[in-house]
């Protein structure tokens, strides 16, 4: 198989990740820190363009490169940043420790992503495997997972009775359709849950911000 | 046989997704661990946050299951909401010590 200009894009965009998750953990202006977190989002943006998922990649650049950095150059703009000491750790026995650690947390994360799905290059699978998985799946479905097994059904029917709908389905993967429609039937509760969870953030943050000096009201502040 | 191996690197496939997103995560661990800024260590979070959302989409695609990228969506408001929360506190410290290293974190009872 050929090089396609896919995989390109994302050896660009894996770089630039990369790269610049390196110097927010390393620059010692935070300033300098939100604006690489802002171009790692925004390259991540386009690595989920590179995998299809056009809505979640304008959703990840709108949401996080947009709002949640918004959000964070704004707080730290009310700042006096000048004066943060001691920001990194200073070299101890505890900082080896921990850089050993994340060390082989790297290495067992990296090794179990990069032989769990063998070492070579696996293109996505062609319709026909995926029926033959789904009916498989089917046969030796447990009991208790009533739902899951009735889905697989519907779409293992839909497939083999109506062969064009079936490629369809896979054919329209991309389609914002497919993602608000399972995102309204199935996912429904979870969806009106995270409302909920957004209004206590919102109400959570109003009141963390109103309370003046911190929660020490007996106290005096340090001057 | 050296250019097989380098065509096969080059050749993205899921395991490319999976090791990329490993490593983001790992260097979020690591400034979780080593940075003192509290808004910092929260950008931290929202790497390591962002490196999963990749590992979703990545087997969205390859395992051709739309869920995965809707898991994206539940885990992007969960960290906006926690980013709002964490910077409100971090607010609230920093009125109160005048910056926003962790260590003040401690005095913080009640």
């Known amino acids: 198989m050929d090089i396609t200009p896919q995989d390109i894009v994302f050896h660009i965009f894996a770089g630039v990740a990369t790269v610049g998750s390196i110097l927010v953990v390393f620059m010692a202006n935070p300033i300098y820190c939100s604006f690489f977190l802002a171009l790692v989002m925004s390259a991540l943006g386009g690595l989920f363009f590179v995998l299809d998922a056009a809505f979640v990649a304008a959703a990840q650049i709108i949401v996080y490169a947009g709002a949640v950095m918004v959000l964070f150059v704004m707080v730290m703009m009310i700042f006096d940043l000048k004066k943060d000491s001691e920001d990194l750790t200073g070299f101890s026995p505890m900082t080896f420790l921990k850089i050993v650690f994340v060390g082989a947390l790297c290495g067992v994360l990296m090794g179990v992503g990069w032989l769990a799905s063998g070492a070579t290059a696996t293109p996505p699978v062609d319709l026909n495997e995926q029926k033959s998985v789904m009916i498989k799946n089917l046969s030796t479905a447990p009991t208790s997972a009533v739902t ?34 399972k995102l309204f039937s199935k ?23 109103k309370s003046r000096g911190g929660t020490h009201h007996g106290l005096k502040r340090p001057s | 046989m050296g250019s097989s191996v380098l065509h096969n690197f080059l050749k993205v496939g899921l395991n490319h997704y999976l090791l990329l997103s490993g490593l983001l995560f790992s260097i979020g661990v ?26 979703f989409v990545a087997f969205a695609k390859y395992g051709q299951n739309i869920d995965g990228q809707i898991m994206v969506f539940f885990v992007m408001t969960i960290a906006a909401a926690e980013a709002s929360v964490g910077l409100a506190i971090a607010v609230a410290v920093f009125k ?4 926003v290293n962790i260590s003040h974190f401690e005095n913080l009872k009640g």
């Open chain 1, 148 to 181: 899951d097994a009735e889905d697989l059904k519907k779409e293992v029917v839909e497939i083999t009775q109506n062969p064009q709908a079936g490629k369809d389905i896979f054919k329209d993967y991309s389609d914002t359709q497919k993602l608000s429609l």
């Open chain 1, 187 to 209: 996912f429904v509760f979870a969806f009106e849950a995270l409302s909920v969870l957004l209004l206590v953030a919102i109400v959570g943050s109003v009141a963390l911000a």
């Open chain 2, 30 to 55: 690591l400034g979780l661990l080593l940075r003192r800024n509290a808004i910092v260590i929260l950008m931290c979070i929202e790497l390591m946050l962002n490196a999963v959302n990749l590992t």
């Open chain 2, 96 to 99: 109160r010590f005048k910056e």
